[in-house]
């Protein structure tokens, strides 16, 4: 039998309200006993095993992997380009109004005077042609180019899915720990409990033999009321907590929350305690700042490529038809055609300002940095606040524990006292009181250390150790 258990029985009531908590607390004694045996559960979820099923469960991750795949599938097309160009032509044109040119007669005829020209039209009515034409590119720097910007796009997007998974395990990492400390507080709660009847059942008996004022006893009442009260509150939070930890984790069937966790991860916390430098390479952010810089200094570098000729290799194949009436396969009425040849570009004028738009582009590379160099120090300074914040929490933790010791200590010691007549009820209410506040205080600053604890993973580069 576990905790779970325990609330699993005590949900199965008819009416929270209606439960009589002194039958509840009839069984406090024998789950002591319990709790202090070890006890293996059926089904145990580790810490990186749920932030493993949650970043591979979860759908903003699986849309940030089929971005990703989109991408290289578009590198991968970029490719293409270096692969030669064929294609079929076929043409069959009606030609209504022919083209008429003016020609030097005399040039050719010195029967004609030597500035004589006649009008000539040109063609005939009906022409068709068809061929092959080839174009291989030989020397072209912008498809290079693209590939290279491609390639940095599909970083990006999986430095971005990489950011994705990072914010989704802190999230699981933090309701992971919430379910330990609401666990550890319901152990804590459960033996405050125990000890408050007890100190409740002790001045009833004295108010039963008339030796204890009615006030007394209520104040003890109290007490023990707001023990028990406290206590299902954490039974309730914990089925709450195990509820989130199970969506996170992509589990469709959220009433299987009977489950228990690993607590050998608190272990960790105290060999990652020591100030380390931020592992940049860990902070998919910070390097997806740096890829964009980078891809605004090649796009720049594109623009200016612009400038560069560019060298392909152009071919044609074919046969052309020329005549004055539709007959497609008139007889020597069809003429051959091909050619070879080299196809030189050299932009002269663009249509856009080049230099305002490389400019634009360094500029964006710079905003990129200065971006870079502000999360840094944002990191930095956060992982120090934490160190700052664990460093001081522990100590003060540390204080709590014994002082929450002494305090039990002296209970039992008033309990003691009580019971033979030489201490007031009052004092032992007092004390009861004082000691639940005390345990309040210890178990708020515990989750405050613990939350501090993942920041500085969180800022330090570290979180990836708890699920790799």
Known sequence: MNITNFMKYELKMSNFNKIDKNRVLSFLPLILILLSMDINAQNTITLSQ????????????????????????????????????????????????LQTSILPIGIFNPAYPPDATKSVRFGTKWTQSAGLTANQPLFDLSIKRKINESKLQEKITALSQEQSEYELSFTIAQAYIDIYLTEAKIKTLIADTNRTYISYMLLKNKFDEHRLLKSDLNKSKVNHNNGVQLLMDEMAQLIE????????????????WDFEIDTSFAVQSNSIYAVSPIHTMQLPDLQQLTTQSQLSNLQAESEKAKHIPTIHFKGFLGVNQFSNIFNPIAANSWFGLSYVGLDVKVPLLFGENLNNKIQQLKLKSDQYNLQEKDKILEYTKDMYTAKLKMDNLKAQLKILKENISLSNESVDIFQARVREGQESASNLNSEEASLQLMEADYETRKKQYWIYWLNYLKASGQLTILWK
């Open 50 to 97: 749920a932030i493993r099923n949650g970043l591979a469960s979860k759908n903003n991750i699986a849309v940030r992997k089929l971005e990703l795949a989109m991408n290289k599938l578009q590198t991968q097309a970029l490719y293409c380009k270096y692969w030669p160009e064929l294609s079929a032509e076929y043409n069959y044109l009606y030609n209504p109004i």
């Open 241 to 256: 907590d195990k509820v989130s930890l199970l969506f996170l984790m992509g589990v469709n069937d959220l009433e299987k």
